[in-house]
Nanobody, 126 residues
C-alpha cells in the first residue's frame, strides 16, 4: 500500500509564499510519480505540478514560473513551493501517486491516480 500525508497549508495574502509537503510511504515501486492537484469549491480537481522519481517535472500553465515541485533525495517527501500567490490559487491541495516512471500525457487527469492524500487547505486573500 501507499500512504500520502500533506502539510503546510494555511492562509496568506496575495503575493505571498507558502510551501506544502507531501510525505509518501509504502511500496516504493507503486509511487515513482507524484503530483499535486487542487480543487476549489464548485470546480473540478486539476493537476498543478508533478515530479518523477528521476527528476522530470511538469506544471500547469497557470502556475509556471510561480510554483516549484521538488523532492528529497529518497523521494519520500515531495514539496510544492508556491510564490507570488494569487486569490485564484485558493483551493484544497492534494498529493497523489501512480506507478509510472515518466510524465504521462494524462498527468492532469485525477482518475488516473491510485493513491491520494487527505488534502491541505490553501487560502489566498486579496
Amino acid at each position: 500500500q501507499v500512504q500520502l500525508v500533506e502539510s503546510g497549508g494555511g492562509s496568506v495574502q496575495a503575493g505571498g509564499s507558502m510551501r506544502l509537503a507531501c510525505v509518501v510511504s509504502g511500496d516504493t515501486y507503486k509511487r515513482p510519480f507524484v503530483c499535486w492537484f487542487r480543487q476549489a469549491p464548485g470546480k473540478e480537481r486539476e493537476g498543478v505540478a508533478c515530479i518523477v522519481k528521476f527528476g522530470d517535472t511538469e506544471y500547469a500553465e497557470s502556475v509556471k514560473g510561480r510554483f516549484t515541485i521538488s523532492k528529497d533525495g529518497a523521494g519520500n517527501t515531495v514539496y510544492l513551493q508556491m510564490n507570488n500567490l494569487k486569490p485564484e490559487d485558493t483551493a484544497m491541495y492534494y498529493c497523489a501517486a501512480r506507478p509510472v516512471f515518466y510524465v504521462p500525457q494524462d498527468w492532469g487527469e485525477p482518475r488516473a491516480y491510485f493513491y491520494w492524500g487527505q488534502g491541505t487547505q490553501v487560502t489566498v486573500s486579496s
